[in-house]
């Protein structure tokens, strides 16, 4: 069995290379399929899994796609990813298409998962956010502010890492004109603290 996993891994490589480098290693019984350490396919008993995403689900359920099962402690246990099936392979654009959105919906359940681990790891700080959800409603500035309210050391660099939490990506891959936007707002905010507290 291991033979057809390993030659259904290269079949996927061979047709998502598009995705950008596909690497994979031993994961529940099968493989997991990854670019970017994020895992986005599964590869079990020579069958290709890929991830569920919001966009994906509506067709696997159209098509009755099955999900990847596996058994833990005795117990059937059901992943969120569903099954490549012939039909799937001999349409390579739809297959790319399907793999891309597994991709990007792990890329963004991860950004997400960071972001609240970003959130709770802030020191000492009580701004009344604690989920992803309430950080986008607020918005980085607001709760930037939030924060200098009871900690006048929070710099820039907690602005830029919201604002790259609310965008899912880390605060170095944001866009050049949202940082300098960003950093001009942040200069002029706390400009107008140091004016207000020597008056």
């Known amino acids: 069995m291991k033979d ?3 030659v259904k891994i290269s079949k996927a490589r061979a047709y998502l290379s598009i995705l950008g480098e596909i690497r994979s290693r031993a994961l529940f019984g099968g493989y997991s ?4 350490n994020t895992i986005f396919a599964m ?3 020579g069958e290709l899994y ?3 995403s919001e966009q994906s689900v509506a067709y696997f ?3 009755n796609s099955p999900l990847l099962t596996w058994f833990k402690r005795g117990r059937q246990v059901s992943l969120n990813y569903y099954k490549v099936d012939e039909a799937l392979w001999q349409n390579p654009s739809q297959l790319i298409e399907l793999s891309s959105q597994a991709l990007e919906g792990a890329k963004l359940e991860k950004a997400q998962r960071a972001c609240e681990r970003r959130l709770k790891d802030l020191p000492n700080i009580s701004t009344g956010i604690h989920s992803v959800e309430a950080l986008y409603r607020v918005g980085a500035k607001r709760v930037w502010i939030q924060v200098r309210k009871v900690n006048r050391t929070a710099g820039t660099r907690l602005l830029l890492a919201l604002a790259g939490a609310i965008t899912g990506q880390h605060e170095a891959a944001l866009p050049k004109q949202m940082r300098r936007e960003l950093l001009a707002w942040a200069a002029e905010h706390i400009a107008s603290e ?3 507290s020597d008056s």
Not at 33 to 36: A, C, I, K, N, Q
């Open 50 to 52: 890929l991830r569920a």
């Open 4 to 6: 057809e996993s390993y």
């Open 194 to 196: 140091e004016r207000r």
């Open 33 to 36: 399929l990854s670019v970017d």
């Open 43 to 45: 590869v079990a008993e």
């Open 61 to 63: 359920r159209r098509e």
